[in-house]
T-cell receptor, first 115, second 112 residues
Framework: AQSVAQPEDQVNVAEGNPLTVKCTYS??????LFWYVQYPNRGLQFLLK??????LVKGSYGFEAEFNKSQTSFHLKKPSALVSDSALYFC?????????????FGAGTQVVVTP | NAGVTQTPKFRVLKTGQSMTLLCAQD?????MYWYRQDPGMGLRLIHY???????AKGEVPDGYNVSRLKKQNFLLGLESAAPSQTSVYFC???????????FGSGTRLTVV
């Protein structure tokens, strides 16, 4: 069975400081990894994905994530956080061999960026 | 605008009532999914569909039924609503040739 862990319920960071949101996964097989962001009372917005190739993936709004196969991690990073980055972030995994394309989500991490 | 549209956006039900949530996509996607979002639990898959007339159970299917009579529509039904079904429901669709998923804006359902 596949699973995704986001070990931090909430991450607090000051504006201008680096932001990291952690994600680890467990799957049988090669993973497709995704990050989504949810603003209050809104749907999920796609940030970035890792399918194959370069382990460093760049996405929307200045976010990037690094795929680390040995540590089974896919941490989301932003060099300089903005107050507008305050939102709920979800990591998700899909197994390559799952032709149905089912996504398994982590519990989510609330990011709070203070001015 | 192309995308996934969920109807209704909000609903309050009494225990035992029934209702249907509609998900409509205009991207000709084969795959469609229903998720529920609960605090501290992320999104959990209820049911999914891999084409017109084909549906399957996800992680938390109990108390829900689905139908996909037309390719563009994926309906989620609650036959007898329970307070435990209070949640935010999200629909998503995916093109089989793409790895990207498009999510709707959600339906906030409260069962009292």
């Amino acid at each position: 069975a596949q699973s995704v862990a986001q070990p931090e319920d909430q991450v607090n960071v000051a504006e201008g400081n680096p932001l990291t949101v952690k994600c680890t996964y467990s799957v049988s097989g090669n993973p497709y990894l995704f990050w989504y962001v949810q603003y209050p009372n809104r749907g999920l917005q796609f940030l970035l994905k890792y399918i194959t190739g370069d382990n460093l993936v760049k996405g929307s709004y200045g976010f990037e994530a690094e795929f680390n196969k040995s540590q089974t991690s896919f941490h989301l990073k932003k060099p300089s956080a903005l107050v507008s980055d305050s939102a709920l972030y979800f990591c998700a995994v899909r197994v390559l061999t799952d032709s149905w394309g089912k996504l398994q989500f982590g519990a989510g991490t609330q990011v709070v960026v203070t001015p | 605008n192309a995308g996934v549209t969920q109807t209704p956006k909000f609903r309050v039900l009494k225990t035992g009532q029934s209702m249907t949530l509609l998900c409509a996509q205009d991207m000709n996607h084969e795959y469609m999914y229903w998720y529920r979002q609960d605090p501290g639990m992320g999104l959990r898959l209820i049911h999914y569909s891999v084409g017109e007339g084909t549906t399957a159970k996800g992680e938390v299917p109990d108390g829900y039924n689905v139908s996909r009579l037309k390719k563009q529509n994926f309906l989620l039904g609650l036959e007898s609503a329970a307070p435990s079904q209070t949640s935010v429901y999200f629909c998503a669709s995916r093109d089989g040739t793409d790895y990207g998923y498009t999510f709707g804006s959600g339906t906030r359902l409260t069962v009292v």
